[in-house]
């Protein structure tokens, strides 16, 4: 780091967000582009619409389903994040105060499936949540996304973990708590950092994923938010207005989630590397 | 403050006390373990979810099933036919390909990346979440909306740009012509992946203590010689997890291929992700599918055992 804000300092700066100017180009077109009809868009597609309109977003709002679709989205996405927090943090932390081979080699299990590719395992499992009558329904996919985003969450996890001290949970013990207090009381709260790093990296990958839900939930009520929009897109391929709109539509909610927990997610980074 | 608690602990646990505590304190702490059941119900939903499907999946590989009709044993036929199958061979060369444009070209800008958000420059705060911020966004998402800047018509999308700056010559058809397709797919990936990198590469920048730095200016070291002997050996586990999770993403991706060009035109962008989706769910060969998926198990695990034993081995602790 240089010691102060000289010219170089200002000629990177300069750099860096001319960078980030070439960078948002494609953000450019899309908005531009949801602002306009196709007529606009025929005369002048890189320009700023001229008489923006605002009817393409309601529109795709209807057209698309993008309500119920949401709804979808978001029980899918919270109860699977509530399953893989509470599972995976008891997990973790078992696993990292377990000093033996067994310990290691569990860890050593779970981290597994980071490596395996979820294709290797697809066919088999569509298959068995189909003779499980699970599909078309909640149950099956978000039991799918608790179990194949566990080991992520365990290596988050037990990384932390690993640099907490011991004395809190062992200072409840010795008071009296069982092991399943000391931990929900005293070490789950002390996990929220990484509870947070969790949260939002599993939110994401969940919320954004298509294949799955376009095997276990296409043509069903329960459609999530990717899906509808490819079946949108496919539909409306010609009025790029249109489509545009449903895009920002389906891309706005997890947009904020990442703009209210951004430090969160940069900060969780550094604590999986120790890990 | 992640940090701090990492490297308090550690001084902590680094002075063991003498012979008699140090075993009264490990008697103590076996007293203290957690039950082995608070890993049961991970390890239940973990088995059911990923390990008996992919034992299965393995098994599978090996027979002609097609998802009705019973499965036959046929040995190492499905392998043959990958190997010896024209446009399925080319899948995964494209796939090799993909993964190697990917690796080198999104992890070279998000070191830049980071190098230039890591200084005192005002716009830092923001810039990092702007580059940030397609990573978050879902992969279909980004494939429609660079399938547009993709446009082949020459006053659209990068055509466009490439002729308002004077570029006209360069313009394309990005997705449309078979030489380019799978180039223009990593170009989106990277795009949107760059700034992922990026934040791996700041949290191992943050982590190089500043002393060093200037212990080695007063040595009278240049920028490129504190980059080369300072930054860049401290910064090798970041290295490590980028290269690793670029290459299982690279290897893996399916999202962007499948939304952006279906594998085509004709087989040009074709991956192994999208041979064995179209094998199971449009012909129905699970068998054939499955043995494909083995194949792409077997070069993620080499790749990322290889990997794990080379660079782990140039890491220096900090």
């Known amino acids: ?275 | 403050m992640t940090s701090t608690i990492g490297s308090a602990t550690a001084t902590k646990g680094a002075a063991p006390g003498p012979g008699a505590a140090a075993r009264r304190r490990r008697r103590g702490r076996r007293f203290l373990t957690p039950p082995w059941w608070f890993a049961a119900p991970a390890l239940a939903v973990y088995a059911l979810v990923v390990l008996y499907p992919a034992l299965a999946g393995m098994v599978y590989a090996f027979t002609d099933w097609n998802g009705l009709g019973e499965r036959n044993f046929v040995g190492l036929d499905n392998f043959s036919r990958l190997f010896g199958d024209e446009s399925a061979r080319g899948s995964l060369l494209n796939t090799l390909l993909l993964t190697v444009a990917i690796v080198l070209v999104q992890n070279g800008i998000g070191l830049l990346l980071a190098l230039g958000v890591h200084t005192r420059i005002k716009s830092r705060s923001v810039l990092r979440v702007v580059f940030f911020a397609p990573a978050v966004v879902s992969p279909v998402m980004v494939a429609f909306l660079w399938k547009y800047i993709y446009n082949p018509a020459p006053d659209a999308g990068l055509n466009g740009i490439l002729g308002a700056v004077g570029l006209g010559g360069l313009r394309q058809d990005w997705l449309g012509d078979p030489g380019l397709a799978l180039w223009s797919v990593a170009g989106m990936v990277i795009w949107q992946f760059a700034g992922y990198s990026m934040v791996i590469f700041l949290a191992g920048l943050e982590g190089v203590p500043a002393e060093l730095h200037e212990a080695a200016m007063i040595d009278g070291a240049g920028r490129w010689q504190r980059f080369r002997h300072v930054t860049w050996p401290l910064l090798a586990p970041a290295v490590t997890i980028n290269l690793m999770l670029s290459t299982i993403g690279g290897l893996k991706l399916f999202d962007q291929v499948y939304a952006a060009t279906n594998g085509g035109p004709g087989y040009a962008s074709e991956t192994l992700s999208t041979v064995l989706y179209k094998q199971a769910f449009v012909f129905g060969n699970f068998g054939y599918s499955t043995a494909i998926a083995l194949v792409l198990a077997l070069f993620v695990a080499a790749v990322s055992m290889v990997q794990v034993y080379y660079l782990r081995g140039r890491e220096v602790s900090g």
Do not use: C
């Open chain 1, 1 to 275: 780091m240089s010691p102060r804000y000289g010219l170089r300092t200002f000629g990177l700066e300069l750099v860096m967000i001319a960078a980030a100017v070439a960078f948002l180009f494609p953000v450019y077109a899309l908005i531009t582009m949801s602002l306009k009809d196709p007529r606009q868009i025929a005369e002048s597609p890189l320009g700023l619409p001229t008489s923006p309109k605002t009817d393409n977003y309601a529109n795709a709002w209807t057209r698309a389903e993008i309500g119920p679709a949401l709804m979808n989205s978001t029980v899918i996405t919270v109860v699977s994040l509530i399953g893989l927090i509470a599972i995976g943090s008891l997990a973790a932390y078992y696993l990292s105060r377990q000093a033996t081979r067994l310990g290691y080699g569990m860890y050593m299990l779970f981290l597994l499936g980071i490596v395996l590719p979820f294709q290797l395992g697809m066919i088999p499992l569509f298959k068995l949540v189909d003779a499980a009558g699970l599909l078309g329904g909640y149950p099956g996919i978000i039991l799918f996304y608790t179990g194949v985003q566990l080991p992520f969450t365990i290596f988050l996890y037990t990384g932390f973990v690993r640099a907490l001290p011991a004395d809190y949970a062992n200072a409840a013990l010795i008071d009296g708590a069982g092991h399943f207090r000391a931990f929900t009381q005293v070490v789950f709260p002390l996990l929220r950092p990484i509870t947070g790093t969790v949260l939002i990296l599993n939110a994401v990958f969940i919320w954004n994923d298509l294949l799955t839900p376009l095997l276990y939930l296409a043509g069903s009520t329960r459609e999530t938010v990717p899906v509808r929009i490819f079946a949108f897109v496919g539909q409306y391929v010609s009025d790029n207005g249109l489509v545009f709109a449903g895009l920002v539509l389906a891309s706005l909610p997890i947009l904020a989630v990442f703009l209210v927990l951004q430090k969160y997610v940069i900060k969780g980074f550094a604590s999986g590397l120790k890990g």
